[in-house]
């Protein structure tokens, strides 16, 4: 069982930044892929990124790929969403999420464990 707690949300200007943590439970954190999705009202959930400890892949959703970057500290159990160049449409709640999953999913149902996510509201 894993339990996941995000914090570092808020409202910010566009063009700022912000960075997302996520605190995950559990012993086998570095065996865990984590992901980071986000819904915006009357939106479906998207994948944003995620990351395998193991061979160190990672992935993004085209429209973050170079404004976002997706780390973690295995040694403290906490990945990362720093994003940078933010725009009003990033504005959504963010969750994190973690996967029992072998290889690199980016689709909700592939991830078994969730945070209860955190706003993230970009003014323009």
């Known amino acids: 069982q894993v339990q996941l707690v995000e914090s570092g949300g808020g409202l910010v200007q566009a063009g700022g930044s912000l960075r997302l943590s996520c605190a995950a439970s559990g012993r086998t954190f570095s065996s865990y892929a984590m992901g980071w999705f986000r819904q915006a009202p009357g939106k479906e959930r998207e994948f944003v990124t995620a990351n395998k400890w193991t061979g160190g892949s990672t992935i993004y959703t085209d429209s973050v790929k170079g404004r976002f970057t997706i780390s973690r500290d295995n040694a403290k159990n906490t990945v990362y969403l720093q994003m940078n160049s933010l725009k009003p449409e990033d504005t959504a709640v963010y969750y994190c999420?973690?996967?029992?999953?072998?290889?690199?999913?980016?689709?909700?149902?592939?991830?078994?464990?969730w945070g209860q996510g955190t706003q993230v509201t970009v003014s323009s």
């Open positions: 999420a973690a996967s029992e999953s072998r290889g690199l999913p980016n689709l909700p149902w592939q991830y078994d464990y």
